[in-house]
């Protein structure tokens, strides 16, 4: 007798939710590399703008890693869009602080978020694109707010090249 596979009950919201996160990651990397940008160099500089905060806050707020966000910062930095400079407020801190060329390229760089975003949205039917939002903002705000610990860091399948 051959094992069968079991019958799913629910949809594949795992998948749902990963696809479509992953497809959206890529038009947004995509179209802010046309102004040599990534989407984490956009998210410092958006949160830096917003208030003074330390490296450390705003890699908190982008969901980085110590390393990534040096990494960054860095970039930033060498392309004259941010620099590192002591807290007005703790001298023992040091804030990201944006140039006047780096608050130019952030705005420009919203513009293009809320293209993607909006263009995202725009694929659906008027009726639910406010229905999905609702639903996902209860999502993040309740049930899935808080990851579970998980002592092994979970790893994306590898994609196979075609």
């Not at 040599?36 to 969901?63: F, N, P, S």
């Amino acid at each position: 007798m051959t094992a069968m596979a079991p019958g799913r009950t629910q949809p594949d919201l795992s998948f749902l939710l990963d696809h479509t996160g992953h497809v959206l990651r890529t038009r947004m990397a995509a179209a802010l590399a046309e102004i040599g940008l990534t989407a984490r160099m956009h998210c410092v500089l958006v949160h830096a703008l917003e208030e003074e905060r330390t490296q450390i806050q705003l890699a908190e707020l982008g969901d980085m890693d110590k390393t990534t966000m040096v990494v960054t910062v860095d970039a930033l930095e060498e392309a004259g869009l941010a620099e590192r400079r002591p807290s007005t407020t703790d001298r023992r801190a040091r804030i990201i602080a944006v140039t006047d060329e780096g608050a130019r390229v952030a705005e420009q760089s919203q513009k293009i978020v809320d293209g993607v975003h909006r263009d995202a949205l725009a694929s659906l039917p008027e009726d639910e694109r406010e229905v999905l939002l609702r639903a996902m903002n209860r999502l993040v705000a309740g049930h899935l707010a808080v990851p579970d610990a998980n002592p092994q860091p979970i790893r994306r399948a590898r994609q196979r090249a075609k």
